[in-house]
């Protein structure tokens, strides 16, 4: 079974800030997540951990000894890093209206590089059994997502994930299935 986690909160988070490559760590209520999450989860034994390279995830991941895949990074925002979610500027307003369709702002990274850089990582891990872990960002676990469900057409882009959300796919034998997310 294949499993993907969001990171647990940060300030940056907490405040509403567009949040990419900045590496924060999780505040006081993203490790109480990923507390419950590890929780949730601690009748699983997993066999494989990849991390993104930035500290919420590998901290959101450190209950297992991680292994850092840079591949899982989240977006970068480029210039728009950093910008308060509840003042955006115009293009990235138009950008979030539907990101299946729209392209994002010059100097962020498309969405299709999202899907095809996350997307060749679960080619190489295709093969792999047992239980894995991909502790990962929105986006980038968007992109997963997107990746894992064909007739999706978009539909995870614009989805709301929640910290230390789960989503779980079967996989085995060189297949991966439909993604479900764990409630």
Known sequence: MLYLIRH?????????????RSDVPLNETGIAQAR?????????????????????????AALIAPYVEPRLIEM?????EGADLTQLPPEILYFFSDFAHNSAPEGMEQLSSVVGRVGAF??????????????????SMKGALEYLTPDA??????????NCAVYTVRNGHGRLDVPEEML
């Open 153 to 162: 057409n978009g539909s995870y882009w614009s989805k709301n994930i929640g």
């Open 122 to 139: 679960l080619e190489e891990i295709r093969a792999l059994e047992g239980n894995i872990l991909l502790s990962v960002h929105a986006i």
């Open 36 to 60: 419950a999450a590890a929780e949730r989860l601690k009748g699983v034994c997993f066999d494989q951990v990849f991390t993104s390279p930035l500290q919420r995830a590998i901290q959101t």
């Open 76 to 80: 970068d925002y480029g210039p728009y």
């Open 8 to 20: 647990g909160q940060t300030e940056k988070n907490r405040q509403h800030l567009l949040l990419g």
